[in-house]
């Protein structure tokens, strides 16, 4: 499993680090989930997820408030010392000096945030649950078509990076080129997003590396994008039947996900970014509930039913 810093943590949450002494970079977390240690502040440490961020919000530091000074560092002690990652106050609750001592002293990072409990605890499960999910590099691009992300693929030089030019000209968005890391946060979703080293560029045969960013601007590219629907292109083979209605969805897998998959065969003449269009716009309409080959279908069944 991926691990995250908590420096990253820190950044991306915008939290105020308590314990600059520390180094953050070198502590890692490798659970998506959060903890609240309720529990543990009473004294019950079975089954105590100490992996995960520990984030005391209002309840636990009322019920620590109660306790006399004494008590309360001798529960905080139990909890930071037993190996935790870190430890993060809710609404702008600061903690006490001994609390920090003991941070600083059993190694333990204490942050603090803004937010509120049940909205921080939210957004670290969200973002984590993108940054350690299960990964893998493929060879293709993705662009944001009409808000479905479309992800083409085929052998090197077939025309994938044309066809994204042409999307981005036409007022879609480049996720990635040649390289795509497919990330699965869900049984449902897989997240798609380029490398850092290669982010915003496209290689064009002939031409070489731009960058679609400074040429296009800010809203000709996006950083990350849900992967709906997947483009195969390959050169046109006479021998082989190609599907011409669509009644049936085919599908590919990645990271145990199906995703929607069309296979499109490549002719000199073929308008492929109108053709990715067309299937991301076809793609949202079976989603609302349209097909249009079972329409059809349907129109000659009737037809079919017609007393002659």
Request: glycine letters at 8%; proline letters at 4%.
């Amino acid at each position: 499993m991926y691990g995250v810093t908590i420096t990253e943590l820190i950044d991306k949450l915008g939290l105020k680090n308590m314990t600059p002494e520390l180094d953050t970079d070198s502590i890692m977390l490798v659970h998506p989930d959060v903890n609240r240690p309720a529990l543990q502040l009473t004294g019950f440490f079975d089954h105590f997820d100490q992996d995960r961020v520990q984030i005391i919000g209002y309840v636990e530091h009322a019920f620590l408030e109660t306790l006399t000074p004494e008590r309360r560092r001798e529960v905080y002690e139990k909890l930071i010392a037993s190996k935790i990652p870190c430890l993060l106050y809710s609404r702008g609750m600061t903690p006490g000096e001994s609390v920090l001592e003991l941070c600083s002293y059993y190694g333990v990072p204490c942050m603090v945030s803004d937010k509120k409990t049940s909205d921080l605890m939210a957004e670290v499960i969200r973002w984590l649950n993108v940054k350690l999910a299960p990964m893998i590099s493929i060879h293709g691009v993705l662009v944001d078509v009409f808000g479905e992300g479309v992800l083409i693929m085929g052998e090197s030089g077939i025309g994938k990076s044309e066809a994204a030019l042409e999307l981005i000209k036409r007022g879609h968005r480049l996720v990635s080129d040649d390289v795509v890391e497919i990330r699965r946060v869900s049984d449902e979703t897989l997240i798609g997003s380029a490398p850092d080293i290669t982010r915003h560029f496209i290689e064009l045969r002939g031409i070489g590396i731009i960058d679609v960013k400074t040429l296009f601007g800010v809203e000709s590219v996006k950083d990350t994008q849900g992967i709906d629907i997947v483009i195969k292109l390959e050169e046109w083979d006479r021998e082989k039947e190609y599907d011409r209605l669509g009644m049936e969805d085919q599908y590919t897998e990645f990271l145990g996900n199906k995703v929607v998959c069309h296979s499109i065969p490549i002719r000199p003449g073929r308008n492929l970014a109108i053709i990715v269009e067309s299937a991301a716009i076809n793609y949202r309409q079976k989603q609302m509930g349209y097909n249009a080959a079972k329409e059809l279908y349907n129109r000659v069944q009737a037809n079919l039913a017609k007393p002659k």
